[in-house]
């Protein structure tokens, strides 16, 4: 699994982590059903989507929106919590976090 915090020349962090995410929700069926049916985007669609604006956001929030979710990766992954958080705020609020 990537580990979000090594960026590439040309990965933020923010999409690092939701490219975490979404191998991570390959691996759990149940998961990825509810991601796809919240956002309407089928399983073969995901690769698209991995490379389409709005990729990090749909991800991270997904995650950051469900706090069961949210900590079942983390703990999966070694992600804090507040590292998922501080990256949702930074995609909603443009940047413009404390």
């Keep these: 699994m990537q580990n979000f915090t090594d960026q590439s020349e040309n990965h933020s962090p923010e ?3 939701a490219v975490e995410i979404l191998t991570w929700l390959a691996g759990e069926p149940e ?28 991800m991270i929030g997904f995650i950051a929106g469900h706090e069961p979710t949210l900590m ?4 999966d992954c ?8 501080r990256a949702w705020q930074k995609l ?3 940047g413009q976090v404390d």
């Design 15 to 17: 999409q690092a982590l």
């Design 31 to 58: 998961l990825l059903s509810r991601f796809t049916a919240l956002t309407g985007v089928n399983a073969g669609e995901l690769r698209a989507l991995s490379q389409s604006h709005g990729f990090e956001a749909a």
């Design 78 to 85: 070694g992600v804090k919590p507040e590292t998922v958080s």
């Design 72 to 75: 079942a990766f983390c703990h």
């Design 92 to 94: 909603e609020y443009d």
